[in-house]
């Protein structure tokens, strides 16, 4: 998490929670920053990491890119390293090892030239980095947000013509048992031309147009009820559900599926929240139902879709 300039904008990004990348622009500069989940006893000294950076560069630019100066540095609490560049660009680039998320993070900036305003944006970005330590994460996707805790890492995304889908997993291994919380996030744009007769009626919406992208996913899914209420100022519908599957290794399901029509904006939103446990046959499979629910309650209770 990190401030950026009101005129940057999202140009590119790919990868998840492990490995992957983002990078802005803005008027006068960019700025992008990648990171690496590594094994702390795998993990390469930071003079290694730049070494191999700083050749991948001259390797993509075709040239020599002669070093201005490098120095230590700190960016939240951790010790990093500082490299300038001379090129036809003013170029900072810093280097560091998070130990809380063993992590390598690499942040770069580029700018036309080194002036004030460059400085100062380079420091409300650094300042306001934090690549740990939050209660929660959140989450922002064309106006809609929410609050997930941190344990939720991103697992899989999607941003496609009229439909954007988001997964968060959480999964946790020990002896003999396999546990993954998930949010599934969808939405739909343009509702009332997608789904001209249906998008009035999210039942019908969800029997004939979703149902089947979630059995997929959720191979033995029963949902089991149906409320209708308020989510987020705008009617909608609740389904709870259960799950069993396997034979060897069994695992047990509860879900916790949310949908509503957004007027403002003209959206079907859907989340699903999911908790399951598997483990071998004949060891038991208690998921706390009680404790699903105060999450699912808690959760849905921070979505904001504009």
């Known amino acids: 998490m990190f401030n950026i300039p009101q005129d940057a904008r999202l140009v590119s990004e790919g990868g998840n929670a492990k490995t992957g990348y983002m990078r ?95 400085r100062a944006i380079m420091k409300e970005v650094l300042t306001s980095f934090k690549c740990h330590g939050e209660e929660s994460t959140v989450w922002s996707l064309f106006e809609f947000t929410f609050k997930a805790p941190t344990s939720f890492q991103l697992s899989d995304r999607k941003m496609m013509i009229g439909r954007t889908h988001l997964l968060l997993l959480e999964h946790k291994l020990s002896p003999f048992a396999e546990r993954k919380r998930e949010i599934l996030f969808d939405y739909y744009s343009m509702a009332n031309v997608q789904f001209r007769d249906e998008h009035q009626d999210l039942d019908k919406w969800f029997e004939k147009r979703y149902r089947k992208d979630l059995r997929k996913r959720y191979r033995g899914s029963k949902f089991q009820s149906s409320t209708v209420g308020k989510i987020n100022g705008h009617g909608g519908i609740v389904k709870k559900g259960l799950g069993r599957t396997g034979i060897i290794t069994r695992k047990s399901s509860l879900y916790n599926y949310a949908t509503w029509y957004c007027e403002d904006l003209n959206r079907i939103y859907s989340v699903t929240i999911s908790e399951h446990l598997a483990r071998p046959f004949p060891l038991k499979r208690r998921l706390d139902q009680t404790a699903f629910e105060d999450f699912c309650r808690e959760f849905i209770s921070n979505l904001r879709c504009h």
């Open 24 to 118: 802005l622009e803005a008027e006068k500069c960019f700025f992008e920053v990648k990171w690496e989940e590594v094994e702390p006893k795998k993990a390469k000294p930071l003079s290694e990491i730049v070494h191999a950076f700083l050749k991948k560069m001259e390797k993509d630019s075709k040239q020599k890119i002669p070093i201005r100066s490098k120095r230590s540095a700190t960016v939240f609490d951790h010790q990093a390293l500082f490299m300038s560049l001379k090129s036809n660009i003013e170029e900072r680039i810093f280097f560091w090892h998070c130990s809380e998320t063993l992590r390598v993070i690499i942040f770069r900036f580029a700018f036309q030239s080194m002036d004030t305003t460059s």
